[in-house]
């Protein structure tokens, strides 16, 4: 079955520092990958996916994250921390264009002054 | 603008009522979603439907029921049937027929639900 993990369900840094949050996957085939991001009593938006183009992938915000074939992992990083990063952090998977999404169990993300 | 609306942003019941959580969206999608969130646990899918008339059961269904009558509209009920009723749901659509893959899921802004 597939599955994503995200290390770590909360994780904070000084406002200014990077960013990282961890993400591995299993999936049978190559699969198509997303972050996610959510604030307080808000539903989630996009913040980048993956679907078999450059392994790097750039989103929203200044985000961006790394697919990892040989590692099963999709990484996300931001290089300099905002106060307005605080939030919740999904990651999710699909294997395949007809697949259902699944989700990560997230990564709160908090922020120092 | 397009987008999805969820009402009420809060809801509360006694044990023991069924109730109906609204989800609207004017994004010409296709497909939509229900899932529960709860703290640590993520997103699990309760129901989905990828055209109108037609749904299916996610990975958590009892207790819940959905109808999908207009393309636009897709309520769900959390019936007494449900043992742990009270979580944050989140309606979500997708221009994907295909039910997620490669499309985006757009969320509405969600419904918390208490019942005591």
């Known amino acids: 079955a597939q599955s994503v993990t995200q290390l770590g369900s909360h994780v904070s840094v000084s406002e200014g520092a990077l960013v990282l949050l961890r993400c591995n996957y299993s999936?049978?085939?190559?699969?198509?990958l997303f972050w996610y991001v959510q604030y307080p009593n808000q539903g989630l938006q996009l913040l980048l996916k993956?679907?078999?183009?450059?392994?790097l992938v750039k989103g929203i915000n200044g985000f961006e994250a790394e697919f990892k074939k040989s590692e099963t992992s999709f990484h996300l990083t931001k290089p300099s921390a905002h106060m307005s990063d605080a939030a919740e952090y999904f990651c999710?998977?699909?294997?395949?264009?007809?697949?259902?999404?699944?989700f990560g169990s997230g990564t709160r993300l908090s922020i120092r002054p | 603008d397009g987008g999805i609306t969820q009402s009420p942003k809060y809801l509360f019941r006694k044990e023991g009522q069924n109730v109906t959580l609204s989800c609207e969206q004017n994004?010409?999608?296709?497909?939509m979603y229900w899932y529960r969130q709860d703290p640590g646990q993520g997103l699990r899918l309760i129901y989905y439907?990828?055209?109108?008339?037609?749904?299916q059961k996610g990975d958590i269904a009892e207790g819940y029921s959905v109808s999908r009558e207009k393309k636009e509209s897709f309520p769900l009920t959390v019936t007494s049937a449900q043992k742990n009723p009270t979580a944050f749901y989140l309606c979500?659509?997708?221009?994907?027929?295909?039910?997620?893959?490669?499309?985006?899921?757009?969320f509405g802004n969600g419904t918390r639900l208490t019942v005591t």
């Open positions: 979500a659509s997708s221009i994907d027929p295909a039910g997620g893959g490669t499309g985006t899921l757009h």
């Open positions: 999936s049978s085939v190559p699969p198509y």
């Open positions: 993956y679907t078999s183009a450059a392994t």
């Open positions: 999710a998977v699909s294997p395949s264009s007809a697949s259902k999404i699944i």
């Open positions: 994004l010409n999608h296709d497909a």
């Open positions: 439907s990828q055209i109108v008339n037609d749904f």
